[in-house]
């Protein structure tokens, strides 16, 4: 279970502290799928870094299974069983799938079978794949499903992925969502997923709307998301008489 208490962020702005996010709290039960959506600058990203360790928190208290991990940087987070899937993935020029599945799962060299296990679940073949460098040749879509891979190798009991949609084809979106549902739907770990996107918002147990560094909604997808088109809506004049006569 992930506890979020009270966590506020602030950086320094010249003379003044200009506050990213403000005073909050959450708790995340075991083998949830959460989806962090709102608009772009809410604080949705930077929330999702403090809790890998990627910003420390000005002030609040961070705890994963019932242990504060708040001084605790990124590598004790990840020996935790906590992982982070990048928006734009790192590629690794010379390092092969292999390699990089290998690496993160901790054995000496893993087998073809078990590479084979990671790989078809985020719908890829093992034979076209496991020789391959993690370079610029594989396109985006093909390196966050690698990505996704490599944090299933790693049986990490919280995955968060930011904004995985994001520099992707629709094929590869697809099979994005898949993946995400059959790793739901097995109940291994907790998914913290940032999103814009209804397809992926919908798969949520619960939505949680940041906005201006605080939690603005929070609910089940179903109640959220008419929230949503309406705040979108309310952004717009043209789009709110549109809407009305409909």
């Not at 770990?189 to 949520?204: D, K, P, V």
């Amino acid at each position: 279970m992930l506890e979020l208490k009270s966590i506020s962020y602030a950086v320094r702005e010249g003379d003044s502290e200009l506050g990213i996010l403000n005073n909050i709290s959450l708790t995340i039960p075991d083998h949830r799928l959460v989806v962090f959506t709102g608009p772009n600058g809410g604080g949705k990203t930077t929330l999702a870094k403090i809790i890998m360790g990627l910003v420390t928190p000005t002030s609040g208290q961070i705890l994963w299974n019932g242990q504060d991990i708040t001084s605790l940087g990124i590598t004790e987070r990840a020996r935790l069983g906590i992982s982070y899937g990048f928006q734009q993935p790192p590629r690794f020029k010379g390092l092969t799938v292999r390699d990089l599945l290998t690496l993160a799962h901790g054995e000496e060299k893993l087998s073809k079978d078990k590479c084979c296990q990671y790989l078809t679940r985020v719908g890829l073949c093992a034979n076209d794949y496991l020789d391959r460098e993690v370079d610029v040749s594989l396109s985006g879509g093909e390196v966050k499903r690698i990505e996704i891979a490599s944090i299933l190798a790693r049986n990490a009991q919280l995955m968060i992925f930011d904004e995985p949609e994001a520099g992707i084809d629709l094929w590869s979106f697809a099979r994005l969502t898949e993946t995400f549902e059959q790793i739901h739907a097995a109940g291994t770990g907790t998914m913290i997923i940032i999103s814009h996107q209804e397809r992926i918002i919908s798969l949520a147990d619960e939505v949680i709307v940041v906005g201006d560094g605080s939690i603005r909604h929070r609910g089940a997808a179903a109640e959220i998301l008419p929230q949503i088109l309406a705040d979108t809506l309310g952004a717009c004049p043209v789009l709110t008489k549109e809407a009305k006569t409909l």
